[in-house]
């Protein structure tokens, strides 16, 4: 499978894979918390760099929900200016777009 395809029914493990490697290829650097247990709760799952952008990105399912601490993150970053997005499977022609 290529980056450019996503299956349906993808857990957020696999997308958060798929997103990485599509980065990756694309000349993005990334950063993921892999294990947050003692991390600030709803900071989002990836922080993507490529000059001169950043971009936060907290990962779904198709059917995942954000927690109440996910959304005020997002919206926190998304005053201060930054590029912050919810991103799940189903959107991923836009996720694409975003990496290119």
Partial sequence: MTFLD???RQTEKQFMSQVIRAAKVLGWAHYHTHNS???EAGFPDLV???RPRVI???LKSDRGVLTAEQRAWIDELRAC???AYVWKPKY???VEKLLR
Avoid: N
């Fill in 6 to 8: 996503t299956p349906s």
């Fill in 37 to 39: 247990q003692k991390s």
């Fill in 48 to 50: 993507l760099t490529r």
């Fill in 56 to 58: 936060f990105a907290e």
């Fill in 81 to 83: 200016g930054q590029e």
């Fill in 92 to 94: 991923w022609s836009a």
